[in-house]
């Protein structure tokens, strides 16, 4: 069974939770109008219409797969680290992003 969004492309992959945030809430930044910058006043809570006063709350998880044809050698080619939100209480995607490395 794959824990992100996407199927494994290998069934000796091997995937594990590397962070675990059980709520997260999300909002709407809206575009930056002065050179004050961003005041939390203006954010709002993101939502498909109508709109609510509740931000939406996630679990945030950040997971890393790897095919076990990788092991024992240290070639990282085959790991990749996702980051992932979905509904705390039925697991339902909301988001999923890969993480990469800053260089």
Same mark, same amino acid.
């Not at 509740?54 to 076990?68: A, G, H, K, M, N």
């Given at each position: 069974m794959s824990i992100t969004p996407s199927p494994l492309p290998d069934p000796n992959t091997i995937q594990r939770v590397l962070f675990l945030s059980p709520r997260v809430h999300i909002y709407t930044v809206p575009p930056l109008t002065s050179t004050k910058g961003y005041t939390t006043s203006a954010w709002t809570p993101f939502t498909t219409p109508p709109p609510s006063s =509740?931000? !939406?709350?996630? %679990?945030? %998880? =950040? !997971?890393? $797969? $790897? $095919? $076990?044809s990788s092991f024992p050698s240290t070639n990282n080619d085959n790991i990749s680290t996702q980051i992932v939100l979905e509904d705390a209480s039925t697991a339902a995607l909301f988001a999923a992003c890969p993480y990469t490395s800053p260089s």
């Open positions: =509740v931000p !939406i709350t996630c %679990r945030l %998880r =950040v !997971i890393e $797969s $790897s $095919s $076990s």
